[in-house]
C-alpha cells in the first residue's frame, strides 16, 4: 500500500473523510468556523490539493449562525447527509458554548453537487450543549453516537447513542456510554467528544476524545459485541487507559477527534484525526488554526485496533507563528 504523506490537508480540525465509489470526500471544520466545505479525490494524497466547494455557509442570525463545527459526511439510504455543531452566538453558558446538532440532506450522487436542504435540529432529548454526531448502520439501524452535556454530571460532555427512525430524528431514548472520569479525560476540560465507529471481527469499537484540545488531547475507546444489545451501556466496555496520545518525539501533539476510511485497496483500515506539530500555542487552542488532518493504517489483534503512535509529518507545515491564510493554501 502506498504511503501516506501527511497531513493530508492541512489547517482542518476535526477530519471526517468518507470513501464512496472509489473516491474520497474529505470535510472538516472551517478555520473561521463559518462554513461548511468539501474535497473529493481519488488518492488521500490528494486532498490538499483538490478544489474545495463550500456547499453551506452560516446563517446570519439564530441556531445556526456562529461557530460551525466538526462536520460529517455519511451516506444513508442513497442520500448524503452532513450533522455539524453549531451555536446561536460565540459566548457560553455555564463555562460551556451554546451548541445544539444539525443536519443537511442532499439527494446527488456527487456530495460536491446538488441542493443541500437543511433538516434542522436533531433533538436529542435533551436541550444542552451537543455535538459531534457521527451515525452507523448494523443490522437494518441506524444509529446516532454524539457528544453532550447533562447537567447533572460534572463535565462539559458525556456520549450517548441512539437508534434513529430517520437521519435527522431519534427513534428511542438517549442512553449514556460513556463520562469523563478517569485523570486523562479530565485534563483542563472534563470531555468526551468526537465519536468515531469502526466495526471488525464481531465486535464494535466507538473511539472518542478526550481533555482540553491543546497537547493534552487523547483518544479513548468504548468496546462491545456485534450480538450485544448496542443500546444497553452494559453491553460496552470502556478502556482506562488513552489509546492514542501525543508523540513528543515526533513532534505530534494532541492527536484526536478521528474518522475511519478504507485505504485504495479497499482493504486496510486507515484513521483520520488531526494533531499539532508544536506545544506553544497562543490564547485558546480551539481559536488557534493549525491542527492538521492527518491519516495513518491501523493494525488488528486479537484485543482489538493497533493504532500506534502519530507519526512524523512529511509534508511542509507551519510551526508556531507561521500561519496559513484561512482557505489553507501556501
Excluded at 146 to 157: A, E, F, P, V
Aim: overall charge negative.
Amino acid at each position: 500500500m502506498a504511503d501516506i504523506h501527511n497531513p493530508i490537508v492541512l489547517q482542518r480540525a476535526d477530519p471526517y473523510v468518507i470513501r464512496f465509489d472509489g473516491i474520497y470526500y474529505f470535510t472538516g471544520s472551517y478555520p473561521s468556523f463559518d462554513r461548511i466545505a468539501l474535497r473529493k479525490a481519488d488518492r488521500l494524497d490528494d486532498l490538499q490539493t483538490a478544489e474545495e466547494t463550500v456547499i453551506w455557509r452560516k446563517h446570519e442570525t439564530g441556531p445556526m449562525s456562529h461557530l460551525i463545527w466538526a462536520p460529517e459526511l455519511h451516506r444513508i439510504d442513497d442520500k448524503w447527509y452532513i450533522y455539524f455543531g453549531a451555536a446561536p452566538n460565540d459566548g457560553q453558558s455555564d463555562d460551556t458554548f451554546n451548541h445544539r446538532i444539525f443536519c443537511l440532506e442532499n439527494e446527488a450522487e456527487d456530495p460536491t453537487t446538488g441542493n443541500w436542504i437543511e433538516r434542522g435540529k436533531v433533538d436529542t432529548g435533551m436541550d444542552t450543549f451537543s455535538l459531534d454526531a457521527t451515525s452507523f448502520e448494523f443490522d437494518g439501524s441506524q444509529y446516532l453516537v454524539w457528544g453532550q452535556q447533562d447537567l447533572r454530571i460534572d463535565g462539559h460532555s458525556n456520549l450517548y447513542i441512539a437508534r434513529m427512525a430517520n437521519p435527522w430524528t431519534l427513534a428511542t431514548e438517549p442512553v449514556m456510554l460513556a463520562k469523563p472520569e478517569f485523570d486523562w479525560e479530565c485534563i483542563r476540560f472534563k470531555v468526551c467528544e468526537g465519536p468515531a465507529v469502526i466495526m471488525h471481527a464481531g465486535r464494535i469499537y466507538i473511539t472518542y476524545s478526550a481533555s482540553g484540545t491543546g497537547p493534552e488531547y487523547a483518544m479513548g475507546m468504548l468496546t462491545a459485541s456485534l450480538d450485544s444489545n448496542l443500546l444497553d451501556a452494559s453491553s460496552w466496555s470502556k478502556s482506562p487507559q488513552p489509546v492514542f496520545t501525543t508523540n513528543a518525539e515526533a513532534h505530534m501533539y494532541g492527536p484526536g477527534h478521528n474518522s475511519f476510511t478504507k485505504a485504495e485497496d479497499g482493504v486496510a483500515d486507515v484513521m483520520v484525526y488531526h494533531v499539532r506539530n508544536y506545544t506553544k500555542i497562543e490564547g485558546d487552542p480551539l481559536n488557534e488554526p493549525n491542527r492538521h488532518a492527518c491519516a495513518k493504517t491501523i493494525s488488528w489483534s486479537e484485543s482489538g485496533p493497533v493504532f500506534g503512535k502519530p507519526e512524523a509529518m512529511t509534508r511542509w507545515v507551519p510551526t508556531g507563528r507561521d500561519v496559513l491564510p484561512p482557505d489553507g493554501s501556501h
